[in-house]
C-alpha cells in the first residue's frame, strides 16, 4: 500500500481494495517499518493518509494508534487479493497493551544498515497470546467479516 506499483494507483498509495485476485496485499515487510514506525516518520505523509486513503478529516493522529492499526488490516482483509498477509508487529499494535512502545525497534531489517542483522524478538510469549482472548476474539471477527475465516 505504502509502494504502489507504477500506474497502479491516481495517488502515493495502493488501494487495497483495487487489487486483483492473483496479489498478496500487506502493509508492511520485513525490510520496512512498520505501520506505527511508519506513520511517525513523516507528519504531512501520515496526514496524506489520513484524509485521502482513510477518508478522516482534519490532523491524522501524532502517534498510530490501535484504531489506525484497525481501519488498515481491515483494508487489507477487504481486499480482493488472494493472501493478506500482516507482520506479527502490525497486529500486536492493534492493542495498545500489547504493542512495542518504540515501533522503530519493531523493523526486523534495515537494508541501507549491512550491520543491521535480524534481532527482533516479541515482547509477549506466545502462551501470554493465548490467554488473551479478547484479543484473539477481535481477530477473528474480523477474519470472519471479512470472509477469510472459512478457507476453500
Not at 25 to 33: A, E, G, L
Not at 137 to 144: L, N, P, V, W, Y
Request: with cysteine.
Amino acid at each position: 500500500q505504502r509502494m504502489p506499483a507504477p500506474g497502479e494507483a491516481p495517488g502515493k498509495f495502493g488501494l487495497p481494495d483495487s487489487y486483483p485476485y492473483l496479489s498478496v496485499c500487506t502493509p508492511s515487510c520485513h525490510d520496512m517499518s512498520t505501520v506505527a514506525g511508519w506513520w511517525e516518520e513523516d507528519r504531512g505523509r501520515s496526514r496524506e493518509f489520513w484524509n485521502g486513503v482513510l477518508q478522516r478529516p482534519g490532523d491524522a493522529p501524532e502517534k498510530c494508534n490501535p484504531d489506525i492499526l484497525d481501519m488498515i488490516v481491515r483494508q487489507h482483509m477487504w481486499s480482493p487479493s488472494a493472501f493478506a498477509i500482516f507482520p506479527i508487529q502490525d497486529i500486536l499494535a492493534m492493542d495498545d497493551r500489547l504493542k512495542t512502545p518504540n515501533p522503530k525497534a519493531d523493523q526486523i531489517n534495515w537494508p541501507p544498515n549491512p550491520q543491521h542483522y535480524w534481532r527482533w524478538r516479541s515482547r509477549i510469549s506466545i502462551e501470554e497470546l493465548l490467554k488473551r482472548e479478547d484479543f484473539a476474539s477481535r481477530i477473528k471477527q474480523i477474519c470472519e467479516e471479512s470472509g477469510r475465516a472459512g478457507g476453500y
